[in-house]
T-cell receptor, first 112, second 112 residues
Framework: GESVGLHLPTLSVQEGDNSIINCAYS??????FIWYKQESGKGPQFIID?????DKRQGQRVTVLLNKTVKHLSLQIAATQPGDSAVYFC???????????FGKGTMLLVSP | KAGVTQTPRYLIKTRGQQVTLSCSPI?????VSWYQQTPGQGLQFLFE???????NKGNFPGRFSGRQFSNSRSEMNVSTLELGDSALYLC???????????FGNGTRLTVT
């Protein structure tokens, strides 16, 4: 099976800082990785994804880095804003099916 | 394009009763997955349907069941409710495997 872990349950940053949220996975055969953001009272919202044939992918203010050697995934948020405050989950897709294994989540707190 | 719609948003049931939750996926999405979210266990996969067929099932008791209709809408049913079934139930849709899941805002089930 797959297990997905996050290093920090809570991350507190100042507005304007860069934030880095980390995630580790166990199955070296995993080939698709997704970051979600969940705000209070809402479902997880897709942020960015990356496939195992890539090491880095950039979106708007977000970058995902994948290190397959150590089975580590990170989400970098540039110039963090108060609206970025939420719980962030990494998820690993089991090859061949739409079954995501989620990490426990990191709560990002952004203070002005 | 409308997102994933889940109804109802909130439910309060008594132990021993049964409940049916509904999900309308994003138009054109044929895969529907269900997840249970609790503070203690996080997000856990229940089952996935594709073209009216259950393609994958998580590690939940047989009291949890689901189905998908020809228009891709899906329902899940929980029979003989237990206090521990209190959770946020999330539905997600995707075009197919290996594509991001898009979540609804969930149904908050409280069992008393």
């Amino acid at each position: 099976g797959e297990s997905v872990g996050l290093h920090l349950p809570t991350l507190s940053v100042q507005e304007g800082d860069n934030s880095i949220i980390n995630c580790a996975y166990s199955n070296s055969a995993s080939d698709y990785f997704i970051w979600y953001k969940q705000e209070s009272g809402k479902g997880p919202q897709f942020i960015i994804d990356i496939r195992s044939n890539m090491d880095k992918r950039q979106g708007q203010r977000v970058t995902v880095l994948l290190n397959k050697t150590v089975k580590h995934l990170s989400l970098q948020i540039a110039a963090t804003q108060p609206g970025d405050s939420a719980v962030y989950f990494c998820a690993v897709l089991n090859s061949g099916y739409s079954t995501l294994t989620f990490g426990k989540g990191t709560m990002l707190l952004v203070s002005p | 394009k409308a997102g994933v719609t889940q109804t109802p948003r909130y439910l309060i049931k008594t132990r021993g009763q049964q409940v049916t939750l509904s999900c309308s996926p994003i138009s054109g999405h044929r895969s529907v997955s269900w997840y249970q979210q609790t503070p203690g266990q996080g997000l856990q996969f229940l089952f996935e349907y594709f073209s009216e067929t259950q393609r994958n099932k998580g590690n939940f008791p047989g009291r949890f069941s689901g189905r998908q209709f020809s228009n891709s809408r899906s329902e899940m049913n929980v029979s003989t409710l237990e206090l521990g079934d209190s959770a946020l139930y999330l539905c997600a849709s995707s075009l197919q495997g290996h594509s991001p899941l898009h979540f609804g805002n969930g149904t908050r089930l409280t069992v008393t």
